[in-house]
């Protein structure tokens, strides 16, 4: 079956560890998002990445990174400078930006980060 | 400053009545605008669009409607279902075409029986 998988589920890190969250699609979408929800707050945006080997920060990228190197993998890692990682996290991909995309994203099932 | 904006934190409605979730937007250059369903510990699914030449998309029990001239749109479920339950995004593309989509900050609706 085509989708995206995330892992791992849920997730327990102490604080100031890195930890990185995997995010693989096999629906041959060009562009991949991660995103953050926390309560109160709907979905932000941390990075997305419209092409392999190429991303743009989101609206809350500090203390983030990601890598694209595969069009099917785009892992989010949460360094130690993120001042709040406890938060669930879900990744999505798209066709691609264009005239042709009317702007509708498929998500994984998230990832719950808890920070001890 | 946001510019998609789900008013309504929650919204409860009794199972057979009809659903109504508003989203407001302050951007022009949006061409369409979604809403996403999400149960707790899933992930967001694509639930109904419309383009912004439009005003009204209708998908079985979901009817989204938009007024331009207002930037409201809002999405009317008939009837409600307690499988409706669930938080409800309201979501907008910018015209750019490269831009990921806005997404408001969720409306949690719960349809009781």
């Known amino acids: 079956d085509g989708g995206i998988t995330q892992s791992p589920k849920y997730l327990f890190r102490k604080e100031g560890q890195n930890v990185t969250l995997s995010c693989e699609q096999n629906l041959n979408h060009d562009a991949m998002y991660w995103y953050r929800q926390d309560p109160g707050q709907g979905l932000r945006l941390i990075y997305y990445s419209q092409i392999v080997n190429d991303f743009q920060k989101g609206d809350i990228a500090e203390g983030y990174s990601v890598s694209r190197e595969k069009k099917e993998s785009f892992p989010l890692t949460v360094t130690s400078a993120q001042k709040n990682p406890t938060a669930f996290y879900l990744c999505?991909?798209?066709?691609?930006?264009?005239?042709?995309?009317?702007?509708?994203?498929?998500f994984g099932e998230g990832s719950r980060l808890t920070v001890l | 400053d946001q510019q998609v904006k789900q008013n309504s934190p929650s919204l409860s409605v009794q199972e057979g009545r009809i659903s109504i979730l508003n989203c407001d937007y302050t951007?022009?250059?949006?061409?369409?605008f979604l809403w996403y369903k999400k149960y707790p510990a899933e992930g967001p699914t694509f639930l109904i669009s419309i383009s912004s030449i439009k005003d009204k998309n209708e998908d079985g029990r979901f009817t989204v409607f938009l007024n331009k001239s207002a930037k409201h749109l809002s999405l009317h479920i008939v009837p409600s279902q307690p499988g409706d339950s669930a938080v409800y995004f309201c979501?907008?593309?910018?015209?750019?075409?490269?831009?990921?989509?806005?997404f408001g900050k969720g409306t949690r609706l719960s349809v009781i029986a």
């Open positions: 979501a907008a593309r910018p015209n750019s075409g490269n831009t990921p989509l806005v």
């Open positions: 999505a991909s798209s066709i691609g930006q264009g005239l042709w995309f009317h702007g509708e994203l498929f």
């Open positions: 951007n022009s250059m949006f061409d369409y």
